[in-house]
């Protein structure tokens, strides 16, 4: 299943429309989608460098909108949407261990680690958020922050080095995320341990 829907998504890519779609990805990747943005932007950046930035920028803000989104499903619909949303892609033991452990710290490293590296995925920690009455404000400051580095970095490094970069990428983004997601979960243990 998730290789046809891998297979799909990378196919919008081609269309006329693929803007919007990337839109709609970003959004629903951000509170219930299984696939992300990326396997969308990616191939748009490579078919049109000089749209890059417009993308990233779609992107970013579709992304901010579904974190928003799985935030007020958290906060407002756990029981009734999250809950069944969270077993079906079989994160509701991740999210459960995460809740039972989550201070305002703890969330906002875990928004920044998902926004750049989904670790762990960004639709557990959007809809955690709201089931832990995360400030709003703060929410939607590390969204912006986290999936626009997250976006923009990606714009930048295939629009300079084109194919190379994306077969880099491809190969290797499991790997880039778990050390991005290291470094920053280090710089925290580090803050944490001198205050």
Do not use: C, Q
Request: glycine share 6%; no cysteine; charged share 15%.
């Amino acid at each position: 299943m998730l290789r046809k829907l891998y297979t799909w998504t990378l196919a919008l890519a081609a269309r006329k429309a693929a803007a919007w779609w990337l839109a709609v990805i970003a959004f629903v990747e951000s509170s219930f989608f299984l696939v992300p943005a990326d396997v969308l932007f990616i191939p748009m950046v490579l078919a049109r460098p000089k749209r890059a930035y417009l993308y990233a920028t779609i992107a970013t803000i579709a992304s901010v909108l579904g974190g928003f989104m799985g935030w007020t499903i958290g906060h407002y619909a756990f029981e009734a949407i999250a809950k069944p949303v969270l077993t079906f892609y079989g994160k509701l033991d991740t999210f459960e261990s995460l809740a039972s452990a989550v201070d305002w710290k703890t969330m906002l490293l875990l928004l920044v680690t998902s926004g750049l590296a989904h670790l762990p995925p960004i639709k557990v920690v959007t809809i955690l958020s709201g089931v832990a009455n995360f400030n709003l404000g703060l929410f939607i400051v590390s969204a912006i922050v986290a999936r626009g580095a997250r976006f923009f970095a990606l714009a930048w490094l295939i629009n300079t080095f084109g194919e190379d970069m994306r077969h880099f990428i491809e190969k290797r983004l499991k790997l880039i995320s778990a050390l991005a997601a290291a470094a920053l979960i280090g710089v925290y243990a580090v803050y944490m341990l001198k205050h």
